[in-house]
Structure formats: structure tokens, C-alpha cells
């Protein structure tokens, strides 16, 4: 099974994970405070993540949903992208990411 590190503010920790499984789905299922606030459907970038730049290259092109979407993320990088649209596989073990120091939620109900 191929491993991700996760990097939160400054600490890593490393899972080892199935593929087919979402970087956002991997971050929740191992208390990893990555926001996702629309549960995975690319209606927000708060599952916003900076990808290693040795890896960036390996992951699949970003869809132009995924572009609009990381436009409103908060320290966007030339290496960022979202969570929910980094799917694991044998290809990405070894997969290290960084979680940015804060996110931009447009989906709060603002009263």
C-alpha cells in the first residue's frame, strides 16, 4: 500500500493507505485537519493542500472546476491543489503534502 505524509504546521505524519482513496478522505479518516467543507464535490477549496514539488508532476492535471476552485484558496502555491481530487495510488507512494497555515470557507452562512 503506498504512504502519504501529511505536514500540519510544521509536524509530519506519515499513514499508510489504500488506493483509489482521496487525499481528503485519507486526512479525515486519520484526524488530520483538513476542512473539506463540501464533503469532496469541488464546491470549495477549504481541502486545499501544497503538494511537495517532487511530487506535483506526478499527479493528474487539475480539471478547469479544480482551477476555478483553487482561485479562492487562501496561500495558493504553483503547486497547489485540492484534496479531494488527489486520488492514492502505487504511483503517488510517497506522496508528501502540506497543509496551508489557514483556509477561505465561502460556504459559511453568513447572517
Not at 11 to 22: A, D, R
Not at 26 to 52: F, M, Q, R, W, Y
Request: proline share 5%; hydrophobic share 40%.
Amino acid at each position: 500500500m503506498p504512504k502519504i505524509t501529511f505536514v500540519v504546521n510544521g509536524e509530519e505524519k506519515t499513514f499508510e493507505v489504500p488506493n483509489g482513496i482521496s487525499v481528503l478522505e485519507i486526512a479525515h479518516k486519520n484526524g488530520i485537519p483538513l476542512e473539506g467543507a463540501c464533503e469532496g464535490s469541488l464546491a470549495c477549496s477549504t481541502c486545499h493542500v501544497i503538494v511537495d514539488p517532487q511530487w506535483y508532476g506526478k499527479l493528474k492535471g487539475a480539471t478547469e472546476d479544480e482551477e476555478d476552485m483553487l482561485d479562492l484558496a487562501f496561500g495558493l502555491t504553483h503547486t497547489s491543489r485540492l484534496g479531494c481530487q488527489i486520488m492514492m495510488s502505487d504511483v503517488l507512494d510517497g506522496l508528501k503534502v502540506t497543509l496551508p497555515s489557514a483556509t477561505r470557507n465561502m460556504m459559511v452562512d453568513k447572517k
